[in-house]
């Protein structure tokens, strides 16, 4: 049984609600339903069954079955309104949409989706969806991937699958969860919510603020890293230079809600926290002082800014012109002992 009726949402990958284009997927979070009936095997509008009784379950029980029906999800709101969808592994019970337009061959998409485990004893066992682009007049299909899985009864997971459309993708129209048990323990019954097909790409721009630099920007390297949300895991990197403004732009193949670090040269490392890509992140402040580029202004970086005193090449010039100088000492000591973001 649940011990909570509070269900939280682990963001694991992107999330779903901020991404580069529209939502393929009819009805995804389940909550148009085509009538007022009750009980087991009923699917939304835009969703059907392909084989055994995937089952909708509503909050109050207004269509399909309710949260408490046998235990399996007594006390859970869904992840994005009041509907969901389960589907027990051991038939394979699976449930499919198709797709108003069908995918382009070779290109990228983003398939995200949140899931959680049924309490109910029987089935109270990580489960996951696998995901199949079929054919609906051959019935041949191709797997797209699988979602990582549920881990505890009650907790909706975000999770993301990442994957180029197939050769044949503009006859596959169907997309089709399939679910799956992730462990030995026995049969799954995993529920999924809140999807979204996308199709990512775009860029992140912007422009940084380099603190007590007088000299150009233009040509000043940076390096940018595309994180998970409130984590340090990073997603993407990208290595580029400033313009004569301090703007930058790069090609990202993420869409959704990401932290963002960059850090230059001799600046500690600056994270604009929770920012919707593809986007714009502008006037990050990169404060200046980290010669060895340890992310950190401390001993070291004064041991080569006097190693280097009184030449001309970028080491130790933390302001951009007349080489190192009294100047650069001044900016070092101004912010000795500070450390950049994690």
Do not use: K
Request: aromatic fraction near 8%; charge should be negative; hydrophobic fraction near 40%.
């Amino acid at each position: 049984m649940l011990r909570s009726n509070v269900v939280a949402i682990l963001i694991l990958c992107a999330q779903a609600h901020a991404v580069s284009g529209a939502n393929l997927l009819r009805n995804p979070s389940f909550e148009t339903v085509p009538s007022a009936a009750t009980g087991e095997g009923l699917m939304p509008s835009d969703w059907f069954t392909v084989s055994g009784t995937p089952d909708t379950f509503s909050v109050g029980g207004t269509y399909g079955l309710a949260p408490s029906y046998q235990g399996n999800f007594t006390g859970m709101s869904g992840a994005q309104g009041g509907r969901w969808v389960a589907s027990w592994s051991g038939a394979p019970e699976q449930f499919a949409q198709n797709l108003t337009t069908p995918l382009v061959p070779g290109r990228s998409y983003v398939l995200s989706a949140a899931l959680a485990q049924s309490a109910r004893a029987a089935v109270n066992h990580p489960g996951s969806y696998r995901v199949l682009l079929v054919n609906p007049s051959t019935l041949q299909g191709v797997v797209l991937g699988e979602f990582t899985g549920t881990a505890v009864a009650g907790v909706w997971l975000r999770q993301s699958i990442e994957f180029v459309a197939p050769a044949t993708a503009s006859t596959m129209t169907r997309l089709q969860f399939r679910p799956i048990a992730t462990s030995t323990s026995g049969h799954a019954y995993p529920a999924l919510d809140d999807l979204s097909l996308t199709e990512p790409g775009g860029s992140l721009s912007g422009n940084v603020v380099l603190d007590a630099f007088l000299g150009s920007p233009a040509g000043v390297p940076i390096t940018i890293e595309i994180r998970n949300p409130g984590s340090t895991i990073v997603r993407e990197t990208h290595i580029t230079t400033l313009n004569a403004s301090g703007g930058y732009s790069v090609a990202t193949s993420l869409a959704g809600t990401f932290d963002v670090a960059i850090r230059g040269s001799h600046w500690l490392r600056a994270v604009g926290s929770s920012r919707t890509l593809p986007g714009s992140i502008s006037s990050l402040l990169l404060v200046n002082g980290d010669v060895d580029g340890s992310n950190a202004v401390d001993s070291d970086d004064f041991d080569l800014l006097v190693s280097g005193f009184g030449g001309q090449g970028p080491v130790g010039d933390l302001d951009g012109v007349n080489g190192v100088d009294s100047d650069d000492f001044d900016i070092l000591v101004a912010r000795f002992g500070l450390l950049g973001d994690p």
